[in-house]
């Protein structure tokens, strides 16, 4: 039975894109049969693991224009990695989000369910807001996942998602679990990072992942590389690195 994850917060610049990209190359390497789903209309991941725009993207599934299978394209030099795309050119999936949406809340939903058979593990990638796109994408997701940074503001906008995903949950009748945070670019040598992470902790809800800074991230970007094989001059990801999403790679996927 395949299982869904979306990452999500209302706050730019947190690392979702990172993230959620780097758990699913992780999930394909460890050889499972993967699917990211680009959810922001800004295509972020698709352009990070595409050189080419593809026929078809996800707003032209949405739309009926063509089948879910004719859209997925597998992601070079990543064996079980698949990807439906949003390349945002006329901005297709953000003109489909404010027009047609508030009419079939639920086609995202449909969508997971149609390529639940095929693929073990989902992951939604979102854009930082919570409008009728990033709602429908949560009412799809077995799990969200909040990417934080380490500051006031994360903490904030943590505060607000979680209000927000208790009115989603009541409203649409969503079972969405969220009981995991990710602090991205954590720097144990910094003050503030700590108490961040000790706040994070206080309420013993959640539990609290710390990804390391690491400027692989942003060359394997620049590459449209996977992380986890790229290096530089012989350097690749830190070990700090991999063994944390080797970590929530196993803690989210588990049964």
């Not at 939903?109 to 429908?136: H, M, T």
């Not at 799809?140 to 009115?167: C, N, R, W, Y």
Request: hydrophobic share 40%; proline share 4%; glycine share 6%.
């Amino acid at each position: 039975m395949s299982k869904t994850v979306a990452f999500h917060l209302q706050k730019g610049g947190v690392g979702k894109t990172t993230i959620s990209g780097t758990l699913a190359c992780q999930s394909a390497l460890s050889g499972k049969k993967t699917l990211i789903i680009d959810c922001d209309p800004q295509g972020n991941v698709s352009s990070w693991f595409l050189e080419n725009t593809p026929k078809f993207e996800l707003s032209d599934v949405l739309q009926g224009r063509c089948f879910v299978d004719d859209a997925i394209v597998k992601v070079p030099c990543v064996d079980n990695l698949y990807i439906l795309p949003t390349f945002g050119v006329g901005g297709t999936l953000k003109i489909y989000s404010e027009t047609k949406l508030a009419e079939e809340p639920y086609v995202l939903l449909d969508l997971v369910g149609d390529v639940s058979q095929k693929y073990e593990r989902i992951v939604l990638d979102l854009s930082p807001g919570l409008g009728r796109l990033e709602r429908s994408a949560l009412i799809a997701s077995d799990e969200v996942i909040s990417p934080m940074t380490s500051e006031v503001f994360s903490l904030d906008g943590l505060q607000i998602f979680i209000h927000e995903l208790s009115k989603l949950r009541k409203n649409m009748r969503a079972s969405v679990r969220h009981d995991k945070i990710i602090i991205n670019s954590f720097d144990t040598r910094i003050r503030q990072h700590k108490d961040i992470y000790a706040a994070a902790m206080e309420s013993g809800k959640y539990k609290v992942y710390q990804i390391p800074v690491d400027p692989i991230f942003r060359k394997a970007q620049e590459a449209n590389k996977c992380p986890q094989l790229f290096k530089v001059r012989g350097r690749g990801m830190k070990t700090a690195t991999l063994e944390a999403f080797s970590k929530l790679n196993k803690d989210v996927w588990k049964k």
